[in-house]
């Protein structure tokens, strides 16, 4: 099974600075990688696809880069409904694997 | 808009079955792969199952395998899994969601809870 591992586990950040969050793949997954929102008692959102694309609907201070097996999501001034637990997801080989998270949260 | 409403969950004891389903609306339920995902308290995504959109390709977590049925009726626009000898470690919010590759749309969950 790939294994995917996010960090930190834990970001604390003040509203407007930037966050960058990791995952790293145990092989190479190519950019088959997505990235996902989850605030407390809320289904995901997605935020990224392809390692790197964005649907219509997700705020432009949401970027995505990487490939092969390093990937990260930055968010480029946090605001206050950013903070939340972020996971991401490799869809390159079964199973589906998802990341431990990593919480961003106000510091 | 797309809509996934999940139900069907609640307390179970262990060893038993349920079936959870998921009512798709506001798109072509007929042209999508769809999954289901758990969460068990205070922990992340698990995914658990895959059905294509034909139903001609399914996919199990190792660990549902032999336990689980996903499945899926055109006709109501529906997807199901069928849960059987349920365990404690199955207790979870699980989600039904849209994707071939990402999901990029999910529902709101419904809780499954295995407790004797």
């Not at chain 1, 930037?18 to 996902?36: D, E, G, M, P, V």
């Not at chain 2, 199955?90 to 499954?112: F, I, M, N, P």
């Amino acid at each position: 099974e790939l294994v995917m591992t996010q960090s930190p586990a834990t970001l604390s950040v003040s509203p407007g600075e930037r966050a960058t969050l990791s995952c790293r793949a145990s092989q190479s997954i190519n950019s088959k990688l997505a990235w996902y929102q989850q605030k407390p008692g809320q289904a995901p959102r997605l935020l990224i696809y392809g390692a790197s694309s964005r649907p219509t609907d997700i705020p432009a201070r949401f970027s995505g880069s990487g490939s092969g097996t390093e990937f990260t999501l930055t968010i480029s001034s946090l605001q206050s409904e950013d903070f939340a637990v972020y996971y991401c997801q490799q869809y390159n080989n079964w199973p589906l694997t998802f990341g431990g998270g990593t919480k961003v949260e106000i510091k | 808009q797309v809509q996934l409403v999940e139900s069907g969950g609640g307390v179970v004891q262990p060893g038993r079955s349920l079936r959870l389903s998921c009512a798709a609306s506001g798109f072509s339920f007929r042209s999508f792969a769809m999954h289901w995902v758990r969460q068990a308290p205070g922990t992340g995504l698990e995914w658990v199952a895959l059905v294509s959109y034909d139903g001609g390709n399914i996919y199990y977590a190792d660990s549902v395998k032999g336990r689980f049925n996903i499945s899926r009726d055109t006709s109501k626009n529906t997807l199901y899994l069928q849960m059987t000898s349920l365990r404690p470690e199955d207790t979870a919010v699980y989600y039904c969601a849209r994707g071939s590759q990402e999901l990029d749309y999910w529902g709101q969950g419904t809780l499954v809870s295995v407790s004797s």
